[in-house]
């Protein structure tokens, strides 16, 4: 019984979010086992960089200028942006990130716990310009005590006011549950 708690425990702590150091990147310039709102012919906002924290790569996300509009980049975990399996309760999300932000531009990222499609938990935060990165542990609070079945993870760039500003920039990178 005890080898089991301590294998369970070893494997719970060590879990990892899938690509969550986005070292893996499809033909098409996605992030593996993640979705964006990179729309082609169109407009890019999530690229792969070598600006990254640890590992070759890292996500960068820009907010870019489209027709009249501008669009504010979208990173969602899961090929189609439902998010991806889990069977643990993780006590806290976290990750590294730089952020350069343009009037009250704000960079978002959350990891929603759920349970047969309910919500039941999360982990977000709204976090500060960064000139360097810098790491972030967001606690998570389940309003259950069940054990989530899937987590749908987003990192984005908002603005209270509307829409984002031409110049908010985001780098994300090695994304793990403690």
């Known amino acids: 019984l005890f080898l089991w708690g301590v294998m369970c425990f070893s494997t719970m702590s060590f879990a990892q979010i ?15 086992n993640w979705l964006t709102n990179n729309t082609p ?6 690229t ?3 600006d990254a924290s640890a590992g070759s ?6 907010v870019v200028s489209f027709s009249v509009f501008t669009v504010g980049p979208s990173l969602i ?12 309760r993780p006590a806290a999300f976290r ?3 730089k952020f350069t932000s343009v009037q009250s531009d704000f960079m978002q990222v959350q990891a929603n716990f759920m349970k047969n499609g309910v919500g039941m938990g999360v982990a977000a935060t709204n976090l500060n ?11 998570t609070n389940f309003i259950t005590g069940e054990t989530p079945d899937s987590v749908l993870i987003a990192v984005f760039i908002s603005n209270p006011g509307g829409l984002p500003f031409v110049g908010s920039r985001y780098f994300v990178d090695d994304l793990s549950w403690s």
């Open 95 to 97: 990750g590294f990130y």
């Open 129 to 139: 310009p960064a000139a360097t990165y810098t790491e972030f542990s967001i606690p």
């Open 41 to 46: 012919g169109a407009f890019t906002t999530i």
């Open 48 to 50: 792969r960089t070598s």
């Open 77 to 88: 975990s899961g090929e189609e942006g439902f998010g991806f399996p889990i069977n643990f």
């Open 18 to 32: 899938t690509n969550g150091g986005f070292e893996d990147w499809d033909a098409n310039g996605n992030p593996v």
């Open 57 to 62: 790569w890292a996500a960068q996300g820009d």
